[in-house]
């Protein structure tokens, strides 16, 4: 059974019929929601699969329009995908076969994985295609990491009309590569691409995010070899086959984050089940700071507001393991009602404060330094284009009518939208089940006042 719909290749969402909520704000989210494998490791896993010669099976999937896009665009390589259980993916890639450019191009349309098949394919079918790439409009997001690590492996790299042709005329070949900054993306590139190339590959400055990590437990389960050294220094010694693998997803901490900024923001009480203490350390030390509760069980954590004001905070944006980027939209909606004046600094991405103007438009008082701020106590190095959020509570939000601008962005305008007096329609929402499982069941779950136009 494909998991992609006519409608789904065309654009279309995990059950969404429409783009509009409108919510009655004022209500606090009460109860207990389940998180499944994070988006941005279940989808990289999918991609692992085709480099084994055997299938590989993936548990705690979520049903989200990322892993459809992906599906999709394995499906067009030949690589079939079932799903025998909800949850369980099937990836079987014995029949590769080259992929038509125009289906590729419609397909990748709305993500930005595609550029992960590069040196997969380059292994498999000696030649990648890859268009013109989508994701979130949250900065310039280039691709020339990827592009230079490839070439180190002996890819060369030609620029069309429609996108970018990778061939390897000489195979490729292990390589020492020095990432100029600790890219996620570029570190699964090299790292998807290392494991079958002929020698050993050192990444230096590579991204240590939990989700990598387990993407390298993946691929060392298909038979790779990866060493993780102090320092981001990672050492690949190259093997000739791989084997399918048989693997759960790591839970999506950046959902967990979300849902936690929803309990604090509307004065709730969440139990997130399927999140772990571990990969959000740095999160919840945060959360703890601004005034939040939680507590850690087994099979999950619940977080809350126990009363009193919320504190401001200083948060820099960091790669793993700092503050994680993905983190700070829904946690700035919970500072618009803490009691003084908050900064974030966003230093990963170089346009990410866009959904700060539906805010303000409810009444936050939140002003974006676009070139950012110096400050004496930095604990994160300054970038040249990173920005900050000067944010200063408490301000009471009302209803307003908002169209959600991305994924992360969108889901703090759902938590203010439920914070706010009086009722907001937000369109676009969307956007929102690239990442969030659904998520209009979820909001209903823990007692949100809305109506779902779908
Ligand atoms: C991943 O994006 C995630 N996406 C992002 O999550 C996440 O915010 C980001 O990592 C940081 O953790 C996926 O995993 C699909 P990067 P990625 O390469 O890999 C610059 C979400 O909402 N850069 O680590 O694309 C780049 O512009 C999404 O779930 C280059 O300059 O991020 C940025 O400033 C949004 N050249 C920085 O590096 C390159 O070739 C970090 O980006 C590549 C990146």
Known sequence: MSLITDAQKAGGRVGLKSDKIVINGGKPLRGRIEIRGAKNLATKAMVAALLGDTPSILRNVPDISDVNVVT?????????????????????????????????????????????????????????????????RIGDRPIDFHMDALRAFGAVVDKGYEGIRLTAPNGLKGAEIELPYPSVGATEQVLLTAVRAEGVTELKNAAIEPEIMDLIAILQKMGAIINVEPNRVIFIEGVDKLHGYEHRALFDRNEAASWASAALATEGDIFVGGAKQQELMTFLNIFRKV?????????????????GPLKPVVVETDVHPGFMTDWQQPLIVALTKADGVSIVHETVYENRFGFTDALIAMGADIVVHKNGLAGHTRRVARREFEQ???????????????????LRGGFSHLIAALTAEGKSTISNVGIISRGYEHFIDKLALLGADFVYEG
């Open 388 to 406: 900050a959020a000067v944010i200063t509570g408490p301000t009471p939000l009302h209803g307003a009518d908002v169209v959600v601008p991305d």
């Open 291 to 307: 005034g939040g509760a939680f507590d850690i069980h087994e099979d999950g954590i619940r977080f809350y507001h126990p009363g």
């Open 72 to 136: 999709g665009m394995l499906n067009a390589y030949g690589v079939s995908v079932t799903e025998p259980e909800p949850g369980t993916l099937v990836l079987d890639p014995s029949n590769v076969l080259k992929a038509h450019f125009a289906e590729i191009d419609a397909l990748a349309g709305s993500s930005r994985i595609p550029i992960l098949f590069c040196g997969p394919l380059l292994h498999r079918l000696g030649e990648a295609l890859i268009p013109d790439l989508g994701g979130c």
